[in-house]
């Protein structure tokens, strides 16, 4: 099975899959390279499914203004499924990791429930 933020899929159903891609970007090692817009997403998943894409592997990890909830009403609205990525980058893209560190595995578990 495959996680979407939809639910569980069978491998099969994800079709053409864009296999790595930011709908949502926020860092401050690239100030002023947000992507942060939820209309203009969507405008991008409604052109991809428009020329036959089915699946897309979201890869911004926590912390990094993925928006999850963002994530779900895009696919619902698009069709298209969405494969939301965990985990952390280099630290150069947060602020502060010192709240996190201790709780790591709670973070990443509850975000792949």
Request: glycine share 8%; hydrophobic share 45%.
């Amino acid at each position: 099975m495959v996680r979407t933020v939809l639910g569980d899929i069978p491998p099969e159903e994800l079709g053409i899959c864009d296999a790595h891609d930011h709908l949502f970007l926020r860092t401050p090692a690239l100030p002023g390279q947000e992507l942060d817009d939820a209309a203009a997403a969507l405008v991008e998943v409604q052109r991809y499914a428009a020329l036959g894409g089915q699946s897309i592997v979201q890869w911004t990890p926590h912390g990094m203004g993925r928006q999850w909830d963002r994530l779900v009403e895009i696919s619902r609205a698009t069709g298209v499924h969405i494969v939301a990525a965990t985990g952390l980058h280099q630290a150069r893209h947060y602020a502060s990791l010192e709240d996190i560190w201790d709780r790591l595995a709670d973070v990443f578990i509850a975000e792949l429930s």
